[in-house]
Each structure stands twice: as C-alpha cells, then as structure tokens.
C-alpha cells in the first residue's frame, strides 16, 4: 500500500501559476508511473501529466501541453507539477497517483486509461477571478 502526501493546491486568478506536490512511500518497485489526474465538477477523470521513475518518460494531456510541466526527485519520491497560465477550465480536483509499470513507455497508457492503482486524496485547485 502506497502512501501519499499531496500539496499546493489552491485559489488562482486565470493566468496565473501553482506548483503541487506529491511525495509517495512505500514503493517495492524500481519502476513505477506517478503522475497527476484532474476530475472537474460532472466529469470524470483525466489524466493530465505523468512521468516514469526510472528514465522519466512524461505524458502530457492535449489540454496541458505547454503550460504544464512535470517533474522528479527520485531521492525524495517526490513528483511536482508546475502549471502556469492556468484557465478557469483547469479548475478541479487534482489527485496524484501511482502504480507499478513494466517499462517506462507504459507510463503514458496509465495516464490516458487513468488506471492507476494507487490514489491520493486530492488537492483542490480553483482558477477564477
């Protein structure tokens, strides 16, 4: 069972930034995909960035590329995600999750399938006005 503590969450006006945070124990892998998934009010959820443990594969949804940048600290099984210019159609839920992978490149079914096993608890991210 994985263990996470999320961060960085909050109120934006629109163009503005945030970086969250996301540190995970418990791993038993050298290889595993963590990323980042949204869920707006009514939706389901999206996978938004991810990023491979080992060689550090990303993936980035359509919505995001660009403006978002994630990024690892392997040392301290941290992962964060930078977003800047944010929309008030970013506006969300973001919950950090993470499972085990069979190579690196598989990171970015995980983040499309929104498969992942392991979830977070969320961090509320508001772009308005």
């Known amino acids: 069972q994985l263990q996470f503590v999320e961060s960085g969450g909050g109120l934006v006006q629109p163009g503005g930034s945030l970086r969250l945070s996301c540190t995970v124990s418990?791993?038993?892998?050298?290889?595993?995909?963590i990323g980042w998934f949204r869920q707006a009010p009514g939706k389901g959820h999206e996978g938004v960035s991810c990023?491979?443990?080992?060689?550090?594969?990303?993936y980035y949804s359509d919505s995001v590329k660009g403006r978002f940048t994630i990024s690892r600290d392997n040392a301290k099984n941290t992962v964060y995600l930078q977003m800047n210019s944010l929309k008030p159609e970013d506006t969300a839920v973001y919950y950090c999750?993470?499972?085990?992978?069979?190579?690196?490149?598989?990171?970015?079914?995980?983040?499309?399938?929104?498969?992942?096993?392991?979830w977070g608890q969320g961090t509320q991210v508001t772009v308005s006005s």
């Open positions: 999750a993470a499972d085990r992978i069979p190579y690196s490149v598989a990171v970015q079914a995980m983040c499309i399938m929104t498969n992942a096993r392991y």
């Open positions: 418990g791993f038993t892998s050298d290889n595993y995909g």
């Open positions: 990023i491979s443990s080992s060689e550090g594969t990303t």
